[in-house]
């Protein structure tokens, strides 16, 4: 009877129809515009080759022990990111809404960045890039070709034609967030098809996201291997990687450098967010979870490096047509995309191929971290309510909707200050620190109060051998005591946002940004509080309650049977 029940149940949430639909959705999730703008740039800065000793270890001791950990978590409750909490440990449920509400200000912002995308990409189809030029009526007097200061560095007083069109037709950027100014409908109509995009690829839930996965997680291969066979072929290309890759140990004496390895791979693996248990929990319950989430880590990091040959090599051509150092044009998140890359681009043969090419790549890497993310959150509501949600069109109808408030709300974020908004939800939202606090908090509630030992066991049941104990240890000792460590020095190490390293925002604004931060975590021991208040017995029988796992869990279910076979 049991088994029955467990079967009309994974029927109606749905499972994917095989091993590739989850390994490419979660390919996709992981893999997005970090790897391609962030860790090449982290390598360069942070001392070359040696950066790569700090990325390793949190790799090692974080990374993958908390990839197996929430992976595992989704597969064996068959629950989204809030409900799988309540069936582990009810006392934490409060991380999984933390974590939505998180992931739901990330879907606000981060598509800003795939609006900006198809703009490029619509303006690459023309005769003329153009950003290549200073011909265009949103240029200044200052402003200078970048195929005419090809013998050195820009002259004093000016602007390149690219910086220009960043600048003054696609961001129109006001003073300061005091001043939002009017809405860029260009870019909100871009907005527009993006969330049409994204709602489109979703809304049969995993049925449509599934297949969505087998294009847009591998096109974005091909592409970066042909910009790494084009980087490589071009003069100056040694230079670029030579940079890239040249170690300097003496950099490792720097905290800096160890809290950015440690950030880069908690961004890159999408940890702490819901997105691996929602997606581990449509596997079927005998799947090799361990093997796929090694795999999996192992793709994203050899992505990450493999992209940096194709960045930099490019880097390193424009780099020696320019004459300048290549610290001068390296740069990281949207600068690189948006300012060097299409700058570069104008120096290749056939620039407007290029151009298509590259933002495809961009468009495609960030399609799917958005939609998985929006089918992340779908699934832990749904879940949340499932009498509601799975009857009918409800869940298309209620899809439609947070697509539509998430798109007007992105609205503030194409004006001519949503760049500064941008930011604030950037680093208040989506920081290091507040993803190291999930990831303490996940520590301890799997580690210490359900049982790492417990755990161990219940993924050996999953997929029928013993996984490294290295794992197990991590989960209750290294995992937290290195994020510990990392979160108190990123408190210690605290400093105002500013806007390009120059620009104060005002008080009010800092305000904003720790309201959205406090909006998600303060969830955390607010949930404890109802739950304690709401409880029934003396405050240790309502602890003791709250941290004891569901009876309806493959493992206590069987043992349930085993010890009362009659009444069964």
């Not at 407007?352 to 960030?366: K, N």
């Not at 992340?376 to 109808?397: A, E, H």
Request: with cysteine.
């Amino acid at each position: 009877m049991g088994s029955v029940q467990k079967s009309a149940e994974h029927q109606a949430r749905g499972q994917w129809a095989n091993k590739a639909e989850f390994f490419l959705t979660t390919a996709g999730a992981v893999i997005g515009l970090g790897n391609l703008w962030r860790f090449p740039y982290l390598c360069y800065k942070n001392g070359g080759g040696a950066f790569l000793v700090p990325y390793f270890l949190y790799l090692v001791t974080c990374g993958v022990p908390l990839f197996v950990l929430e992976t595992a978590l989704g597969q064996y409750s068959s629950q989204g990111g809030i409900t799988c909490w309540r069936k582990i440990c009810p006392l934490f449920e409060g991380m999984g809404y933390a974590s939505q509400v998180i992931v739901l200000y990330g879907s606000i912002t981060y598509i800003i960045v795939l609006a900006w995308a198809l703009f490029y990409l619509f303006s690459s189809f023309s005769y003329d890039l153009p950003w290549a030029s200073c011909t265009n009526k949103w240029n200044t007097d200052s402003c200078v070709s970048f195929s005419n200061i090809s013998n050195g560095p820009l002259p004093s007083n000016s602007s390149s034609s690219v910086m220009e069109f960043w600048r003054y037709k696609v961001l129109k950027l006001s003073s300061g967030i005091e001043e939002l100014g009017d809405i860029q409908w260009e870019i909100a109509l871009c907005l527009l098809l993006a969330w049409t995009i994204i709602y489109f690829c979703i809304w049969k839930g995993i049925k449509s996201s599934g297949k969505v996965a087998y294009f847009t997680a591998t096109f974005p291969y091909v592409m970066i291997f042909v910009l790494f066979v084009r980087g490589i072929t071009l003069p100056g290309a040694l230079d670029g990687i030579f940079f890239y890759l040249n170690p300097a140990p003496a950099r490792l004496a720097d905290p800096q450098v160890w809290m950015d390895a440690g950030t880069q791979v908690f961004f890159s693996y999408a940890i702490c967010l819901g997105y691996l248990t929602s997606l581990g929990s449509y596997n079927k319950y005998n799947n090799d979870c361990y093997k796929d989430s090694f795999y999996l880590c192992l793709l994203n990091s050899g992505t990450s490096f493999i992209t940096g040959f194709a960045i930099f090599s490019v880097l390193g051509y424009m780099a020696r047509v320019q004459g300048v150092d290549i610290s001068l044009v390296a740069e990281s998140g949207p600068g690189l995309v948006f300012i060097v890359y299409p700058q570069a681009v104008t120096l290749l043969p056939c620039p407007q191929l290029w151009a298509v090419c590259f933002f495809t790549m961009i468009l495609l890497l960030g399609v799917d971290s958005q939609f998985v993310g929006l089918e992340s959150l779908m699934t832990s509501v749904t879940d949340r309510f499932p009498t509601i949600l799975r009857n009918g069109y409800n869940k298309q109808l209620f899809l439609l909707g947070l697509c539509s408030v998430c798109f007007l709300a992105g609205l503030f974020m194409v004006t001519q200050g949503g760049l500064y908004i941008l930011q604030l939800f950037d680093h208040y939202v989506c920081s290091g620190a507040t993803l190291l606090f999930l990831a303490i908090c996940q520590s301890v509630a799997v580690g210490w109060i359900y049982g790492a030992e417990r755990f161990y066991r219940n993924i050996e049941d999953m997929i029928g051998y013993r996984p490294w104990p290295f794992i197990k240890y991590c989960w209750v000792y290294v995992t937290p005591i290195v994020c510990i460590g990392t979160f108190v020095y990123s408190l210690v190490r605290y400093s105002p946002l500013k806007f390009n390293n120059t620009y104060v925002y005002p008080w009010w604004a800092y305000g904003i940004g720790w309201f959205l931060a406090a909006s998600s975590l303060s969830l955390i021991p607010l949930t404890m509080l109802y739950k304690l208040y709401y409880a029934k017995g003396t405050i240790i029988q309502r602890l003791q309650f709250l941290c004891s796992p569901a009876d309806d869990l493959q493992m206590a279910k069987r043992e349930t049977e085993r010890q009362y076979p009659s009444t069964l």
